[in-house]
């Protein structure tokens, strides 16, 4: 297999490294050579994340060359925006249907974008959206939103469910534990939005 690269982006705290991490664990499962890298800095909460998952055959860094993702998963719209030059020609998106007014925004300090839906259409014409919060609150559960992206993720890569299934179980243990049963239906839930 080729280098695979995921490039995944949104805002601190809508979990884009637990994402991150359940992808590089699906590729290792599957036996194949995995880096991950991530930039968060002060961005613990409401400030900009990316994450990016290389997985193929040999990879030799965790970076994702310019121009070079072959899926660009962005967990609020200005994110996608933000970042949809990352994506390669004939590269996939799938983006959360949510926009989440930035600090400086919200501060005075930026202006608002203008026209945020007809911009982002022109940036990324065939993009999959998905509503993430909707979903989630369909489980019952507003904070498995990232599951449900995580879901959406899974049906446009080259991985079987059963891996990602694996994966999940592996990563809520301990007292997460009780936490899988609601996590992997929004992760159904979301896979099936993604192949409506």
């Known amino acids: 297999m080729d280098t695979f690269n995921v490039s995944l982006v949104g805002v601190g705290g809508q979990g884009i490294l637990l994402t991150a991490n359940l992808l590089g664990r699906v590729a290792a499962l599957a036996g194949l050579d995995v880096k991950k890298s ?32 072959d899926l660009l998963v962005a967990f609020d719209r200005l994110e996608a925006l933000r970042n949809a030059p990352q994506l390669k020609a004939g590269g996939k998106a799938l983006v959360n249907d949510v926009y989440l007014t930035p600090v400086t925004v919200s501060s005075g300090q930026q202006p608002e974008v203008e026209d945020l839906a007809g911009s982002l259409k022109a940036a990324l014409p065939d993009a999959i959206f998905v509503d993430a919060a909707g979903v989630a609150k369909e489980v019952g559960n507003d904070r498995t939103a990232n599951m449900v992206i995580a879901g959406a993720l899974s049906a446009l890569t080259p991985f079987p469910e059963e891996l990602w299934l694996k994966a999940m179980a592996e990563t809520f243990t301990g007292p997460k534990a009780k936490l899988l049963e609601v996590n992997e239906r929004a992760f159904a839930l979301g896979r099936a939005a993604a192949v409506k």
Do not use: K, L, Y
């Open 38 to 69: 991530e930039i968060h800095g002060m961005a613990q909460r409401g400030g900009s994340v990316a994450s990016s998952v290389r997985f193929g055959e040999r990879v030799c860094s965790p970076i994702i060359p310019a121009d070079e993702s």
